[in-house]
């Protein structure tokens, strides 16, 4: 405990002034006969032990309320974190002071000594377990925070700038708030404090006087991926810990939305907890309970590059308010058609684009639920980037989620040859490959061919880039080894593997088998009421999977039952099992790297049609073709060199791109969603861009023989902007209980921060005893005299 006015408790000294009243003040009594029977009881009376103690308590009321009256002015402080304790040792003294008074009471009334011994007991237990309490409250509690008002804090102010902070109420965002709350709080510390803002950038030291610190504040942004604020104040506790200034304190202005309270921060707890009485972590909530904000979900589409001619289909989830109506919301698709002689232009400072149009529009239905979802839809892709922009047609307080940003490449499909001798397997295989060569017929500039067998000895194979072999039957060795050559020279080779191969002794030495990942070891053949075997995903990340839409652990395999397929005795060095038979015995689908190119080979064919005069190997396709349709799909893309790089990220990711420098030019100009000119350039064939903290669509231009324009996009991640608060119990979780200040206002921040700073006063709590002393001492008073006049 200390005081703000020490020199005024020489006003205890006043004390003695009752009491010197008491001793010297009675004048003595006059005898006088009389034989008025009343007047001697009177003088019995007023020397009886009850008249006595009434003396006693007035006089002690008396000395009470003088000394509570000085230790209020002398404005005696505490910690904070004693307040608790010191209410209890005032309680204790109090019920003790009760317990004497009334064992007193009882003694001079002459009560059983049994009722006034216990009371006295009592009374003695209360004053020891009061003192007891008391001194080790004194001796263990923390210290009282300095009284100098002027001295130098050691504070680092942390702002949230997460997606959220740009919410706008009264036309002002949540950051300007936190802005404006930070100002103030930098002219509150004393001009030679030392101050860090902490908003992203890394905190070394600090290194700032007040004044210099609020210019930092001003340029201050939003970020587009929600904060670690766990880190920051990580940070922000070992820089004051280091700092000599005794005052350290820590500011998080915040608008307490989740996302940016999520990361865990090990130790954290423990640390504040054992700085608590030295560091001041104030936490200021700029944010508000009841919030609007109709929102996007994440873009999900099932790959980002589509053979030209073909579509892309983008669902969405859109959500509302729980406290709205479930009116349906207008969704619109945006398309922009990248055209490398047209590229978009900087004027006044802002991105002209012109060649934007809405291809597709759907209402969000609800009904009772607060999330519908929508399908967007754009076709007749023409080979190029097209850059997309999904947008909410329904404007709230945070703008930043009502639109998406996602960007597909629609790829001139690779000249690719098909060789089957079903025609219609074939032509299935061919629309798969090159939607748009069935747009309207077979089209002369379609990249797909298909052949029968016997003719594929008449093909030059240089030209195509992916060969496709259904169901081959045994090949000669010419055809084989220009097969080869055609893998070693970078090209794709797809085997799915058929009935038309024979038997085992049939296929063995014939060049074919040259290709196959490895020896043939059997045919094996299940019947139906043989335990059920399917393919399993192995190699979950690979492209062959990604035209699923979803991850291959996900999908629903046990439904396709394989009956027939062919094994290997081993398989090759360096052969990768992509996909597997669920009981082990073999694998389904399998990637072998042969000098610059691949080999994909399916163990059991697909297409596999139930209109057959022969037994089905599966059922691959005749259930639900789904899942064959997405893995033929992705394994001609694959070998065609598709799906091999993302061109949509979230913010703060990491963005790469592959800049083939046969393909590509080696520099380009990159035009940020914000109109600034950036000039990157790729280096051992890939284009490193790194993090992007800003959502929106990028766009790249080069030149090589010819202008040559990319784009790429970038999303908030849609569960950075869902408006879900941190409770007081949840800050507890994280930050530890009692070991941060929570203020919603400037108020509170004063009032918070001067306990913290300077100690809670408990002038308030002392008046409010002087108060009730001196109404007692009046009631006492006026009995006595009262009764004496009354006598």
């Known amino acids: 405990m200390s005081f703000l006015h020490l020199s005024l408790l020489a006003g205890l000294g006043a004390v003695s002034i009752p009491i010197l009243l008491h001793l010297f003040g009675r004048s003595q009594p006059q005898v006088i006969d009389f034989p008025a029977l009343r007047f001697v009881q009177q003088t019995t009376q007023e020397q009886s032990m009850s008249w006595q103690l009434r003396h006693m308590l007035l006089l002690l009321l008396r000395v009470l309320l003088l000394a509570a009256l000085a230790l209020a002015l002398a404005r005696p402080r505490i910690h904070s974190m004693m307040f608790g304790n010191v209410l209890t040792g005032s309680l204790l003294a109090g019920c003790a002071l009760l317990a004497s008074v009334i064992a007193a009471v009882a003694f001079v009334s002459r009560r059983p000594a049994s009722v006034w011994l216990t009371v006295a007991l009592v009374a003695a237990g209360l004053w020891i377990a009061a003192a007891l309490w008391s001194v080790t409250a004194l001796a263990k509690g923390p210290s009282v925070p300095s009284s100098d008002q002027s001295a130098p804090v050691a504070a680092v102010l942390i702002i949230d700038n997460g997606p959220t902070m740009s919410y706008r109420t009264d036309n002002t965002t949540r950051l300007e708030l936190a802005r404006d709350m930070g100002v103030w709080i930098l002219d509150q510390l004393p001009l030679d404090s030392r101050v860090g803002i902490h908003a992203g950038a890394p905190l070394g030291s600090l290194a700032l006087d007040p004044a210099t610190a609020k210019s930092q504040l001003k340029i201050i942004e939003t970020r587009g991926a929600h904060v670690d604020l766990l880190a920051r104040i990580r940070t922000a506790l070992d820089l004051v810990l280091v700092s000599e200034l005794e005052r350290k304190e820590i500011y998080v202005v915040t608008d307490l939305m989740s996302a940016s309270w999520l990361a865990s921060t090990g130790g954290l707890t423990e640390l504040l907890g054992a700085h608590v009485e030295d560091v001041l972590l104030q936490v200021i909530d700029v944010g508000a309970e009841d919030h609007v904000n109709f929102r996007l979900g994440d873009p999900l589409v099932d790959f980002d590059t589509v053979p030209a001619g073909g579509e892309v289909a983008i669902e969405i989830d859109v959500h509302r308010p729980d406290n709205t109506a479930g009116e349906g919301l207008n969704i619109e698709l945006h398309q922009e058609q990248v055209d490398p002689k047209s590229p978009p232009i900087i004027s006044d400072g802002k991105l002209q684009i012109t060649n934007v149009k809405v291809v597709d529009r759907q209402v969000a239905e609800f009904g009772s639920s607060e999330t519908a979802r929508v399908t967007l839809r754009a076709s007749d892709l023409v080979a190029g980037s097209h850059n997309f922009t999904i947008r909410l047609d329904r404007p709230d307080p945070l703008l930043v989620d009502n639109q998406r940003f996602l960007t597909v490449l629609a790829q001139q499909q690779r000249p690719t040859l098909i060789v089957a001798d079903d025609v219609a397997i074939g032509q299935n295989l061919q629309a798969i490959v090159d939607p748009s060569s069935f747009a309207s017929g077979k089209s002369e500039e379609s990249a797909v061919d298909q052949v029968r067998y016997v003719q594929l000895s008449n093909v030059l194979l240089e030209k195509y880039s992916v060969i496709c072999l259904y169901d081959p039957p045994p090949l000669t060795d010419k055809l084989v080894q220009s097969l080869q050559q055609h893998v070693a020279g970078g090209g794709g080779l797809f085997l799915i593997l058929g009935p038309s191969m024979g038997t085992l ?183 490193n861009l790194g993090a992007f903290e800003q959502a929106g669509i990028y766009r790249l231009r080069g030149q090589r023989n010819e202008a040559v324009a990319r784009s790429f996009s970038v999303n908030v991640p849609a569960s950075d902007t869902a408006l879900v608060r941190m409770q007081s119990l949840d800050l507890d979780e994280r930050l530890g209980r009692d070991h941060y200040r929570l203020a919603h206002d400037r108020s509170e921040v004063e009032s918070s921060v001067g306990q913290a700073r300077f100690g809670r006063e408990l002038y308030p709590l002392l008046m409010l005893l002087v108060a009730g002393l001196f109404l007692a001492e009046q009631a006492m008073s006026n009995r006595f005299y009262q009764i004496k006049l009354g006598r």
């Not at 399916?602 to 209109?611: H, Q, Y």
């Not at 033929?632 to 790469?656: D, I, P």
């Not at 791109?657 to 100009?669: A, H, K, T, V």
Request: hydrophobic residues 40%; without cysteine; glycine residues 6%.
């Open 505 to 687: 002794e049939s296929i063995q030495g014939n060049p074919l088998t040259e290709l196959l990942p490895g020896p043939l070891s059997a045919l094996a053949i299940r019947r139906t009421s043989d335990p059920l075997v399917y393919p399993e995903p192995v190699a979950l990340s690979h492209p062959v999977f990604f035209a699923l839409g979803q991850s291959p652990d996900e999908v629903i395999w046990n439904v396709y039952p394989i009956y027939r397929n062919w094994d290997f005795s081993s398989l090759a060095d360096g052969v990768i099992t992509l996909m597997r038979l669920s009981d082990g015995s073999a694998p389904f689908l399998t990637l072998e790297s042969r000098g610059r190119g691949e080999i994909l080979t399916l163990t059991t064919p697909i297409p596999e049609f139930d209109s057959r005069k022969r037994e089905l190997w599966n059922l691959l396709w005749t259930s639900d073709p789904l899942p064959a349709f997405a893995i033929l799909l992705g394994s001609f893309r694959s070998l065609s060199g598709a799906n091999r790089e993302s061109l949509n990220y979230e913010v703060g990711q990491a963005v790469a791109l592959s800049n083939d420098p046969l393909q590509w030019p080696s520099r380009y100009d990159l035009m940020t969603p914000d109109a600034h000119l950036l000039r990157p350039s790729a280096t051992e064939g890939t284009l």
